[in-house]
Nanobody
Framework: QVQLVESGGGSVLAGGSLRLSCAGS????????MAWFRQAPEKEREGVAT??????LAAYADSVEGRFTISRDSAALYLQMNSLQPEDTAMYYC???????????????????WGQGTQVTVSP
């Protein structure tokens, strides 16, 4: 059973940076797509960035392109967030799904394993 645990959230001023981590366990192999999602109050959960555990190109939502960077190593999945803005305020979740293709989906419905989330708050 895959288990995901996020950390690294917090409160920052606009223009600041945070690095989120997602420690995973229970992986049976490396054929997983991994992703970061976020959900602001009264809004739908949206995909932020994706990457395959075996590597390949990362993909980003237009709203974070050029500011956020997704990466992974044998220990965890990461999301480096720079130039944070108040509209980035949300609960951030990591997610994973078995997928042999390195073209990872960014739709919430495609992912089967989720962490509990970590809160990011950006003040003006």
């Amino acid at each position: 059973q895959v288990q995901l645990v996020e950390s690294g959230g917090g409160s920052v001023l606009a223009g600041g940076s945070l690095r989120l981590s997602c420690a995973g366990s229970g992986y049976a192999h490396s054929y997983y797509c991994m992703a970061w999602f976020r959900q602001a109050p009264e809004k739908e959960r949206e995909g932020v960035a994706t990457i395959h555990a075996l590597g390949g190109l990362a993909a980003y939502a237009d709203s974070v392109e050029g500011r956020f960077t997704i990466s992974r190593d044998s220990a965890a999945l990461y999301l480096q967030m720079n130039s944070l803005q108040p509209e980035d305020t949300a609960m951030y979740y990591c997610a994973a799904v078995v997928r042999t293709s390195v073209n990872c989906p960014i739709k919430r419905e495609e992912y089967s394993h989720w962490g509990q989330g970590t809160q990011v708050t950006v003040s003006p």
